[in-house]
């Protein structure tokens, strides 16, 4: 499972992933001397839940998020954590990340070491996070630390062995379908993280650091936490929980160290529940159709040249509207080439339903004419009654 190469991964991707990369960009910006690789789905008249993988995650892992949220009309971002080699170097990124993208307050959802920065972000940036989703996550590096004696030599440490040190940390064996499938899929993206990527992640994993107090309230935070097992040791989970007695728990039986992948049904239910109890309001009217830049809009919006969301290449536009699409175009954002409306998952499943109903028609047509053809044929092959 977990010796799979990048090509027979992706040549196994999942349906409703390539579904997703057919409709959602990924966009890519640089901020001084960091690349950001990015989702930003939904109408952005929303406040965003920003999502923030863990140490062996992508921007991608969380697109079961994106499409089943969007649809309800939230905002939901999702980014790969740049190469940033210290805990410092990562709230300064990502404050100018949001300020590029013209976000003041945000959302976020992290999972494992995404976690830990959500709450370093959340501790020396207070003002910008208004609520907290946190996901078999810690507080503290010092275990993890003690545990990489090699950490001194990770910038020299060949790509082969940092991807099989990520990996053991995944529980191996058997799982449950859904389970072992998303363990296939995050195995499938560290395929496609560099070297440095991969060394940078580790860093911020082992610099010894911990959270201190936050200045948001226990009731703007929700834990989710999976019951069977993560690579994140029960210990540093129940301090999690210790530090933050007054925040809501969303505890998972089963789910293994992926959940928002093996129980992203869940996953979404809970992250919708906390949206709604710290006041971020959907959207979802403005969602009927896709634009060509990804961003969600309505029929009105689209007429109008999709005022509410983003502006046109030919509009002028501060950096939260056309303006900054142009600029992460420009930076390598995989967009669509088409002026067509891509279908929504909705206008998928009226097809779909439209495509069912008819061939229930037909197939209740024939079974009618077989009921009247046997009928007949019982008929006739009667034996006549004696008189």
């Known amino acids: ?108 959802y992290g999972t494992s070491l995404g976690g830990f920065l959500a709450q370093i972000f959340a501790q020396h940036r207070p003002r910008r996070v208004k609520s907290l989703v946190l996901s078999n996550t810690f507080l503290e590096t010092h275990k993890f630390a003690a545990a990489t004696p090699w950490s001194p030599v ?82 540093l989970k129940d301090q999690v929980n210790e530090r933050y007695p007054g925040a809501r728990r969303a505890v998972l039986k089963t789910g293994g160290d992926f959940p928002f992948l093996s129980r992203p049904d869940e996953v979404n239910l809970y992250l919708q529940l906390h949206l709604r109890r710290v006041g971020v309001e959907p959207r979802p009217d403005l969602v009927q159709g896709f634009t060509r830049n990804g961003s969600a809009g309505s029929s009105k919006d689209q007429k109008d040249g999709g005022n509410n969301f983003d502006n046109h290449p030919g509009d002028n536009g501060g950096p939260g509207s056309g303006g900054h699409d142009r600029e992460t175009q420009n930076s390598g954002s995989e967009s669509h080439d088409s002026d067509e409306s891509i279908p929504t998952s909705t206008m998928l499943a009226n097809t779909i339903l439209g495509t069912v109903s008819s061939t229930l028609q037909a197939s209740l047509c024939v079974l009618l004419i077989h009921h009247y053809y046997e009928s007949a044929l019982y008929i006739s092959s009667r034996q006549p009654l004696d008189v």
């Open 1 to 108: 499972m977990k010796g799979g190469g990048g090509a027979a991964a992706a040549s196994a991707a999942p349906g409703d992933y390539v579904y997703f990369k057919s409709v959602v960009p990924l966009h890519k910006i640089s901020i001084g001397p960091k690349l950001w690789r990015y989702y930003d789905f939904g109408p952005k008249t929303v406040p965003p839940l920003v999502c923030i993988p863990g140490i062996a995650g992508t921007a991608d892992v969380y697109y079961k998020q994106i499409m089943s949220l969007s649809m309800k009309g939230y905002r939901v971002m999702s980014i790969d954590v740049p190469q940033v080699w210290n805990h410092q170097e990562w709230i300064h990124s990502f404050e100018k990340f949001l300020d590029s993208m013209n976000i003041h307050h945000v959302h976020i």
């Open 154 to 235: 990770v910038n020299w440490t060949p790509s082969f062995l940092l991807k099989r040190y990520l990996l053991t940390g995944i529980r191996d064996g058997p799982h449950e379908p859904f389970i072992a499938d998303s363990v296939d899929f995050v195995v499938s993206q560290v395929e496609t993280l560099s070297r440095d990527d991969l060394s940078s992640r580790l860093m911020l994993n082992v610099n010894v650091a911990s959270v201190g107090s936050l200045m948001l309230p226990d009731s703007l935070i929700t834990i989710m936490d999976t019951n069977d097992y993560s690579a994140v040791p029960q210990q």
